[in-house]
């Protein structure tokens, strides 16, 4: 009965969804430890971080909480258990990371640009796997529909205004923006675009796998 349950279509999306986030807040710790540049958002997390306290992984969790809310008042976009989780657990699985120190620390420029590559390498991986199951789409996807939706812009013109703005924000509250951010604007999607259909044809008919397009996060 056990076994039964352990294989069970949903039990398999949701473990999949679960360590697809564990495998993100991996790589977004090694980005970060590289110190050559990390994502737009997270830019914004380390900039909350060094002028409020708390922890990169809370201030995820937080503005994760706030765009949520904020997707639901413009585009009324209800939350799902999948954005629920993809907040709570994607911040806690970054901090959890950096405090055991699992995360390699380059000393020399080359180690520190490596350390960064094999960061993003496996942060798109893990996308790919948090996307397969179709649990849901993330906070910051939501939001981005939600002004799709409200303003009727374009989903790329969107993207762009506000992955600009939280860069811009964080920079000024002290995050760090270098060759790096560029480096991530440009390289995640296309390196998620590689690593979906592997996870896609591994979720296909077992798990229930749907047709529909899950924006990444």
Known sequence: MGRKFLFHPLAVRYSVFMLGLAVMGYGIAMMIEANVGVAPWDTLHIGLQKTFGLTIGMWSQIMGFSIIIASYVIGKIKPTVGMFLNMI???????????????????????????????????????????????????RDSFMLALHERMGWGIGKVRVGIECTVTLLGFLLGGPVSAGTLVTALAIGPLIKQFIPLWEKMMAKPYGKTSEMTLID
């Open 89 to 139: 657990f994607f911040g806690l699985f970054i901090d959890l990371f950096m405090w055991l120190k699992w995360v390699p620390i380059g000393d020399t420029l080359l180690e520190r640009v490596v350390l960064f590559a094999a960061g993003l390498l496996i942060y798109t991986f893990g996308t790919g796997m948090y996307i397969s199951p179709r649990i849901g789409a993330g906070p």
